[in-house]
């Protein structure tokens, strides 16, 4: 009887260790996840600046490689169960003919997003537009050069409103990149708004 309760005790002790150890192995693999998930976020935010960075010797197509990058990587991380999400934006600053070439892109994974695109010139320019996912908007905004605009995109229905700020110069193209990124996980969300400014060579 003793024999047989000691190794229903001893069995169970074994139980719980193994139970024990299965539960740091599932903590510390929850705990790698993130790190991968991190480590996968920060990869996209580094080459999606590194687009821009590359384009700039050809800034006509600055805006479309940018939007082919985030395509591509959005294909790419859905199939390993990851959601890409966001909004980016596009202006090619021209100096010469003081036109503001903008493009936004929706890829907020939702359908019929009203934008507005207001630039703060002195009789500030509005723009209106509604967005399906993945659906390009482009126009053009007119500027003195040497001055400095912000350029507001906002989803009135979504409560969402983000400012772009544009030095533009007197005899100096250049090109502003503006992302609000978002990457879904079984994990965690991460997130990163920023923009980048380029000099065109004219």
Do not use: C
């Amino acid at each position: 009887m003793f024999l047989l309760t000691a190794a229903i005790i001893v069995t169970v002790l074994i139980s719980l260790k193994a139970y024990v150890n299965l539960q740091q192995i599932s903590n510390q693999r929850d705990i790698l996840n993130v790190n991968l998930d991190n480590l996968v976020f920060q990869n996209i935010v580094n080459e999606i600046t590194n687009v821009l960075k590359y384009s700039s010797l050809t800034p006509n197509v600055m805006s479309d490689n940018a939007v082919d990058f985030i395509n591509f990587t959005r294909n790419g991380t859905q199939h390993e169960g990851y959601t890409l999400n966001g909004i980016f934006v596009g202006a090619k600053v021209n100096s010469t003919n003081q036109t503001m070439n903008i493009t936004v892109l929706n890829f907020r994974n939702e359908n019929g997003v009203n934008f507005t695109v207001k630039l703060n010139t002195s009789s500030p320019q509005i723009n209106y537009t509604t967005l399906n996912d993945f659906n390009l908007w482009t126009n053009n905004f007119t500027f003195t050069k040497g001055d400095t605009y912000n350029l507001t995109i906002s989803l009135p229905d979504k409560g969402y409103e983000q400012n772009i700020t544009i030095q533009t110069k007197e005899n100096k193209d250049v090109y502003v990149g503006f992302y609000d990124f978002k990457l879904s996980t079984e994990n965690a969300v991460y997130r990163k708004i920023f923009q980048q400014t380029f000099k065109i060579p004219k």
